[in-house]
């Protein structure tokens, strides 16, 4: 495939809807904070932050974190999450780039780089995935720690499925509804994110009457975005690891630590250390 990956995440606003956080960063924060002891972690880059929810929490926890996005709402959205938060500069900061770019934007010398919510998956094919994973590699100390979080592409390729499970949230606009229609291209996955939203007006108390093709009789809006990602199954991910530098691969199912079932885990988590003396 060539060309840059068009597309991207959902809207800022619409992502923070879709995600339950609290029950999320809940799950994940002992296994970050296990894995940063371990590593000896004092300062985090999130590539593909979005929204900056990790990046918030790593904050939070009295670490030095950047949080990279090539998307200004999103940005926006990261910042104002912090405000709300009480965390900001000097701790938490957040730059505009993309992958690739961490070393130049930044710097090296970082104990930890993430990415996290199937951010990676945006790189321009297994040649933009070596890029990345280069440019990881020389933001790193030695022995610093990298983690690719993303969905289990090996399973969604293999099994051909064409749909992730739908999620239904109630706000106040009214119940919105956030799909994920999946369709296989050339070295790739397509994603059709579809965001149904019923206006809180038209919800249980109103007429059941209405006209199946009109939103504005039926409250009913929908808005669609589509994104085409590189395809990543884990053992992609685990050969472009090892040529990149790194050591200690391991692919897990979830935020347990336990291994990965390919044929079964919905997401797959890949930790590895940058080769070199651990300081």
Excluded at 239 to 258: I, Q
Aim: charged letters at 25%; one cysteine or more; hydrophobic letters at 45%.
């Amino acid at each position: 495939m060539t060309g840059p990956r068009q597309g991207g995440v959902e809207p800022a606003r619409d992502y923070d809807q879709m995600v339950d956080w609290g029950k999320r960063l809940g799950r994940e924060e002992p296994f970050f904070r296990g894995l940063f002891a371990e590593a000896g972690v004092r300062r985090v880059v999130d590539v593909g932050c979005g929204s900056g929810q990790h990046a918030i929490m790593f904050a939070g926890w009295g670490l030095e974190v950047a949080g990279v996005d090539p998307s200004g709402p999103m940005l926006a959205q990261a910042r104002d999450n912090a405000r709300a938060a009480s965390v900001g500069e000097p701790g938490l900061r957040f730059v505009e780039g993309g992958f690739g770019e961490v070393e130049a934007l930044l710097g090296g010398g970082w104990d930890a780089i993430v990415t996290l919510g199937n951010g990676l998956p945006h790189v321009d094919g297994p040649a933009g995935l070596a890029a990345t994973l280069a440019d990881f590699a020389a933001a790193l100390r030695p022995g610093g720690v990298v983690v690719l979080h993303l969905l289990n592409h090996r399973r969604l390729l293999d099994g051909r499925i064409r749909m992730l499970p739908a999620v239904l949230r109630e706000t106040e606009e009214g119940d919105r509804v956030f799909l994920k229609v999946l369709d296989y291209v050339e070295d790739g996955i397509m994603f059709d994110f579809v965001t149904l939203t019923r206006d809180a007006e038209v919800g249980p108390g109103a007429d059941n009457a209405f006209t199946y093709d009109d939103p504005a009789a039926t409250g009913w809006h929908l808005r669609s975005r589509r994104s085409v990602h590189t395809a990543l199954p884990v053992d992609l991910l685990e050969d472009a690891l090892d040529g990149a530098g790194f050591t200690g691969v391991r692919a897990l199912g979830d935020h347990t630590g336990r291994a990965l079932d390919v044929g079964a885990d919905e997401s797959v988590i890949v930790v590895a250390r940058r080769a070199g003396e651990e300081r």
